[in-house]
């Protein structure tokens, strides 16, 4: 008898997505996401970010942390192509409340409004939110 | 179904531990599997045990190590993220050159592996926390 989970060996590929939405300093949610991101990429599997909210402002390009005493980790967005992490997906809406638009970003992005990025959650199998 | 648990968030401080406690309760009270609870963040709070709440309060982190004494429940702390906040198990103490170790029965330190696997394996991976 074989139950339906341990058809899911170690060859199963899920759409993994990492919900971004806080500001990258602050808090350390944005900070250990991205390791988060950078340990999961080892497992291969069908991953995207997307960033919203206050999370937007992870990808701001020109972050300056001396003032702060915290390291600047934004140019770590950078190196993701490098982890096979090429979906990033930025909400427009987040953009547009916070006078930000694609330009500022240091990555390349695809900006998608509220609404189908809602539809992309939908298609996930799994959402982890930080 | 197989059920996978991500907490955000210390004990105390915010709720999102003790909703997931009794998500997990759910879990098991209903027949579920409950693969992993895995702890993140300021999560991985709930795993030490020298925590002494108010006598006529709830004991978190007691109440997490009775569910793993009663149901081999798998509750997995996050290395990285338990280095930077002080939980230690006898290992990492020797390893760190730390003169003792806070670690609560019934928590394991160990990857983010763990947390990715979880997602890999499970029916549903439920995040709890901001």
């Not at chain 2, 939980?87 to 019934?106: M, T």
């Amino acid at each position: 008898m074989s139950e339906p989970w341990e058809e899911e060996g170690p060859g199963t590929v899920k759409k993994f997505m990492y919900v971004n939405r806080k500001a990258p300093y602050g808090t350390i949610y944005a900070l250990e996401s991205l390791e988060v991101v950078l340990i999961a990429a080892a497992f291969e599997q069908d991953v995207s970010m997307a960033f919203l909210d206050d999370g937007v402002y992870q990808l701001k390009k020109g972050q300056d942390t001396k003032g702060i005493g915290q390291k600047n980790f934004s140019p770590t967005y950078r190196a993701l192509e490098g982890y096979d992490v090429e979906k990033l997906y930025v909400e427009a809406e987040s953009l547009a409340e916070r006078g930000l638009s694609e330009d500022d970003l240091l990555v390349p992005v695809e900006v998608m409004s509220r609404e189908a990025l809602a539809e992309l959650m939908n298609e996930q199998e799994v959402i982890l939110s930080f | 179904m197989k059920y996978g648990i991500l907490v955000n968030e210390g004990p105390y401080q915010h709720q999102a531990s003790d909703t997931a406690y009794q998500f997990a309760k759910a879990v098991l009270d209903k027949g579920h599997e409950l693969y992993r609870v895995f702890f993140y963040h300021d999560g991985v709070n709930n795993g030490t045990r020298f925590a002494v709440p108010p006598q006529d309060d709830r004991k978190i982190a007691e109440l997490w190590s009775q569910m793993a004494e009663a149901h081999g429940t798998d509750l997995v702390v996050c290395i990285a993220a338990a280095q930077r906040r002080g939980l230690l198990d006898e290992g990492e103490a020797k390893r760190q050159g730390k003169d003792g170790n806070n670690i609560a029965p019934g928590f394991r330190i160990s990857g983010l592996g763990q947390l990715i696997e979880a997602g890999i394996q499970c029916d549903r991976l439920v995040v709890f926390g901001d």
